[in-house]
């Protein structure tokens, strides 16, 4: 799981966030800022996460979780053109201030062509993932922490619908899909980074 690995997560997802209004930069490169915080036992996480995010610009989505020692811990994902990274840098750490309590484990840069590989080595074969851009790459990984394919992410995303031949109220995107059934039960998150 490339979220898993890229950040150092174990443990298991609780929540996540996505950005459906977050914007792409058709035509530039792009790069991602992903932050890794923990916080303590009493904080309730989607609270502080939600919090977090309504202080950051450029946000794409987010995920939830507590490791097998029982920390809860928190990816928040931003993005922006090439040559933004001081931007990205400076929002993070002025939406981190704006929120006690959190503490930032980790910085990880993230650029389109290790998204689009990843894609490309789980399989995805029928819609080029480079041209759909980063935001919706990176609501591909928040899907896959929930236990839904890359490939099939990738796939889909053109339809708006995670499960075509399924019954179910239609979120209009994959992710939101995904993190839905999530939340039904009806899709699992598959702990453990991938070998
Ligand atoms: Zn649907």
């Known amino acids: ?5 890229y950040c150092d997560l174990e443990g298991r997802t609780t929540g996540a966030f996505t950005n459906s209004n977050a914007g792409s930069f058709v035509g530039d490169d792009e790069i991602a800022l992903l932050t890794k915080v923990e916080m303590a036992d ?3 996480a989607d609270t502080e996460v939600g919090y977090l995010l309504s202080a950051l610009g450029g946000w794409v989505g987010a995920v939830v979780g507590r490791d097998s020692a029982g920390t809860q811990f928190a990816v ?3 993005h922006g053109p090439v040559g933004a990274e001081a931007d ?3 929002m993070a750490d002025q939406a981190l201030e704006a929120v006690a309590g959190l503490i930032v484990v980790e910085h990880y840069w993230l650029d389109l ?3 689009v590989s990843h894609y490309m080595v ?9 041209s759909l851009g980063m935001v919706p790459l990176l609501h591909g990984l928040i899907s896959e922490m929930a236990g839904y394919e890359p490939a099939e992410y ?10 075509p031949d399924r019954d179910h109220q239609c979120e209009g995107s994959v992710v939101n899909d995904v993190l839905r059934a999530w939340q039904d039960g009806q899709q699992s998150y598959r702990p453990g980074p991938e070998a």
């Open 76 to 78: 928040v994902m931003q």
């Open 122 to 130: 789980h399989g995805a074969g029928i819609v080029e993932p480079k």
């Open 42 to 44: 009493d904080r309730h």
């Open 1 to 5: 799981m490339f979220l898993a690995s």
């Open 154 to 163: 990738i796939e889909r995303f053109p339809s708006g619908c995670a499960y």
């Open 113 to 115: 062509m290790e998204l």
């Open 88 to 90: 990205l840098s400076t």
